[in-house]
Nanobody, 115 residues
């Protein structure tokens, strides 16, 4: 059974940082590119970042480039999203996503950026 479980969300002040984790199971993690998406209140889900199978390449949405970093640990079957200089507009539910012909999603973790 494929599972993706996000954690690490919470309430943070503007300018603060959070590191999200997505622990996976039920598939060969190192064979899949992984992504993060987010859904802001009242908005559609949007793309945030991708990391390739090897971890050697990362891609980002323009609105997070330079502030967020996606990484992975193939030994731990985990993908991370390190978020710095958070803004109120980053408030959203963040979802982990497995790429491929049979995409899979986690349940999401809430990130709230507020003073």
């Amino acid at each position: 059974q494929v599972q993706l479980v996000e954690s690490g969300g919470g309430l943070v002040q503007p300018g603060g940082s959070l590191k999200l984790s997505c622990v996976t199971s039920g598939f060969v993690f190192r064979d899949y590119g992984m992504s993060w998406y987010r859904q802001r209140p009242g908005k559609e889900r949007e793309y945030v970042a991708t990391i390739t199978v090897s971890g050697n390449s990362q891609y980002y949405a323009n609105f997070v480039r330079g502030r967020f970093t996606i990484s992975r640990d193939n030994a731990q079957n985990t993908v991370y999203l390190t978020m710095n200089n958070l803004k109120p507009g980053d408030t959203a539910v963040y979802f982990c996503h497995r790429q491929g012909q049979e995409p899979a999603w986690g349940q999401g973790t809430q990130v709230t950026v507020s003073a």
